[in-house]
């Protein structure tokens, strides 16, 4: 592949380094840059990765990782901003130590980079493009060459036709929360089944909040409740909400054992209840009762 600079270590840097977070913008114009010089990485004085133009100028310096498990820096979305990225060191580096670039599997998936099957791999080092016949000795190259649609790999031409791709998906969701946003009557459902949607992706389905990819769709669903704390699902027994139906499971398990070992039990109405907590709400739910006057028998 083309290499335009290299991307080197100034000192050596331990496993598990990150950069500051940085956007889709600032990767652009990190692309139309011209500047072929070196890029030297090293530690800011918050213990952060960084380096001379900032982090989008590393991630646009450096070679794409011939192999997944060869890269050193990963492109991936910021923990606690999906729409931010940053920079990850997959491994110890040793002073000067060329630093190459892939991306996280949330980032390939919102890509749509293609992987490979049986009929791209007919050796241990030949890995064969099953619509023009070009060769590689690596896998990505493959990947990127079948992402371009067998065009000559161009550094510019990549580099921009990701930033597309993500900010084509960024607007999308800007959009959907837009109209969620205008639309107050828009419920916690509809808002659950609007992002379960939008995860959909080649691998799976990402969580929009924070990245997690799920193999099915009803397990994102399930996640995305502790993000926005829907809690859809009622035990019948004292109305408690939950949004794990695992979770809801075991609290009726508790209701049931209940008669057995009830220490308490509605005054009102003579029910037994487990817990201290399942009474207050009973008494909330069923008699409109402020549970700080009315006392359990057995307290």
Partial sequence: MERRSRVLTRRGLRRGCVSDTFSLEDLAEAVLDSTHDNVYVELDGVGQMTCRGGAPRAARGAALAAA?????????????????????????????????LWFHETTLALLDMPFLTLRNITGKKNYVCHECGAEFEQPNPLKVHLFLKCQQFDHRTFWSKCIGILQAHEARAALGWARVSAAPVTSPAELEA????????????????????????????????????????????CLRAFGDPSNLNKHVRLHAAAPARAPHACALCGKALARRRDLQRHLRAHHATDPSRTQSPAQ
């Fill in 68 to 100: 997944g498990p060869a890269a050193g820096l990963l492109l991936e979305p910021a923990p606690t901003a999906p729409s931010r990225l940053r920079l990850r060191l997959l491994a110890d580096a040793p002073p000067h130590a060329d630093l190459t």
């Fill in 194 to 237: 609007l992002a379960a949607a939008w995860g959909r992706s080649r691998d799976g389905h990402v969580c929009l909040y924070c990245g997690k990819l799920y193999s099915r769709k009803y397990g994102l669903k399930i996640h995305i409740r502790t993000h926005t704390g829907y809690k859809p699902l009622r035990c019948r027994h």
